[in-house]
């Protein structure tokens, strides 16, 4: 298996402008998760999905953060407008149940200007 | 509410020796998961154990060991004859399922140094 896929991996934009990020989660694993880390915050629970369905949405830092799970193997999170304060490392990890080890993808690197 | 606390926040060590890291952990819940993850400087973060609450056997790996303590709510971590390769930042992490519904936390994680 590929294993968890994000893109891009890298990503600078102005602030103001819309950002989505990507990810195909690990085939036959039902829970998909996005975090965010920051040297301050840490790693932070976003959003968490199940069976495609958002589950528990409270780590959305504002109503400026969407995520959508239109299918099994496809995810996107979408910040508009960015800001610079947005500026982090976004991964996203897929599960086979919650309790379960997550297995993560590589990470985004979002720079806000 | 859930939490995972790793009061070490930076941990150096020469070459050899051997460290652990400490993880304490609350939940209410009486079936929970305890995890493990290492994330090198390259930025990944990669599994390394994942133990039950019913299970409080000591488990060990190569130079890696674990140590679960159920009256002192700890996960331990420890590395033996520790390698610069062990060099990177340490997430201890709970998943409850149980009264109080499905959750996931990390812990601040602790970043190790390992000095040749």
């Known amino acids: 298996d590929a294993g968890v896929i994000q893109s891009p991996r890298h990503e600078v934009t102005e602030m103001g402008q819309e950002v989505t990020l990507r990810c195909k989660p690990i085939s036959g694993h039902d829970y998909l998760f996005w975090y965010r880390q920051t040297m301050m915050r840490g790693l932070e629970l976003l959003i968490y999905f199940n069976n495609n369905v958002p589950i528990d949405d409270s780590g959305m830092p504002e109503d400026r953060f969407s995520a959508k799970m239109p299918n099994a193997s496809f995810s996107t999170l979408k910040i508009q407008p960015s800001e610079p304060r947005d500026s982090a490392v976004y991964f996203c990890a897929s599960s086979r149940g919650t309790v379960n080890e997550q297995f993560f993808g590589p990470g985004t690197r979002l720079t806000v200007l | 509410a859930q939490k995972v606390t790793q009061a070490q926040t930076e941990i150096s060590v020469v070459e050899k020796e051997d460290v652990t890291l400490d993880c304490v952990y609350e939940t209410r819940d009486t079936t929970y998961y305890l995890f493990w993850y290492k994330q090198p400087p390259s930025g990944e973060l990669v599994f390394l154990i994942r133990?039950?609450?019913?299970?409080?056997q000591n488990e060990i790996s190569g130079r890696y060991s674990w140590n679960f303590q159920k009256s002192t709510s700890s996960f331990n971590f420890t590395i033996t004859a520790s390698q610069v390769v062990d060099s990177a930042v340490y997430f201890c992490a709970l998943s409850e399922e149980g009264n109080y519904g499905q959750n996931f936390v990390f812990g601040p994680g602790t970043r190790l140094s390992v000095l040749p």
């Open positions: 133990r039950n609450s019913f299970d409080e």
